[in-house]
Each structure stands twice: as structure tokens, then as C-alpha cells.
């Protein structure tokens, strides 16, 4: 009888590890240029909480190991609008992510100066000014 307990105990001791600790999920995707749809490398993906990143290869392709749960993700690279999303992950998943370069919002903005300094009429560009 003292041999089985002892036995049962030595296995509860094994296995009790392995009941606390949390799954791990893979989320891993392409990263591509919104504008024609090429990959972009060296893309940085982070995790804030965890403080678990990564980069994207040649082609675009990242893979992160983490904790499965809720978290936020920053997908960033020079000269593109940087991405944030929350996540709850509870599978491995697979996501593609388009990022938008900068200078189409330089452009959009650029374009809204435009229409309203448009907008305005003045009596010098009518050629009414007055000399004195």
C-alpha cells in the first residue's frame, strides 16, 4: 500500500507542472504594400504586453510563438501608417495585413488644402485690387 501512494505521489509531482502552464498559440501572416500589393520585408511585428516581436522575410511572411489571451498587436515599417490590433487568440491563426504608405495620407491631406484654400475667393485674384 505504501508503494502504490508513493508511486501515485511521485506521478502527481511529475504532471503538476504541466497543469499551471498556458498554451501557446502561432499567429503568423504576409505583410503587403496597400498600394500594389507587393510584400514588404523587414516589417516589425510586436506584441506590447509580452514584449515578443518579429520581422517579416523577403516575401513578407512573420511568425510569432505566444501566450494564448487578449493582445495587442503593432505591425510598423518606415514610410508606411503604422497598424494596431487587439486580439484574442485562443487557435493558431493566420492573418495578412496590407499596410498603407504614408504619402497617400500626405496626398489626401495635401488635396483637402487644396479644395479649401479653393474655396476662397479673394478680390486680388479676381483682379480687383485698387492701386493707390
Keep these: 500500500m505504501?508503494?502504490?501512494l508513493t508511486s501515485h505521489l511521485i506521478l502527481i509531482i511529475m504532471f503538476l507542472p504541466m497543469l499551471g502552464k498556458t498554451q501557446l498559440v502561432t499567429i503568423s501572416g504576409n505583410v503587403t504594400n496597400?498600394?500594389?500589393g507587393m510584400p514588404l520585408k523587414n516589417v516589425s511585428i510586436f506584441e506590447s504586453s509580452s514584449n515578443i516581436g518579429t520581422i517579416t522575410n523577403e516575401k513578407g511572411f512573420f511568425k510569432l510563438e505566444l501566450l494564448q489571451g487578449a493582445m495587442e498587436v503593432k505591425v510598423?515599417?518606415?514610410g508606411f501608417t503604422e497598424l494596431t490590433k487587439k486580439l484574442i487568440l485562443k487557435n493558431d491563426t493566420t492573418i495578412m495585413v496590407k499596410l498603407e504608405p504614408e504619402f497617400q495620407e500626405r496626398n489626401k491631406q495635401k488635396r483637402q488644402n487644396i479644395l479649401h484654400a479653393d474655396a476662397k475667393t479673394s478680390k486680388s485674384i479676381?483682379?480687383?485690387?485698387r492701386n493707390k
Design 2 to 4: 505504501k508503494t502504490v
Design 34 to 36: 496597400s498600394f500594389n
Design 76 to 78: 510598423s515599417s518606415n
Design 126 to 129: 479676381l483682379g480687383l485690387r
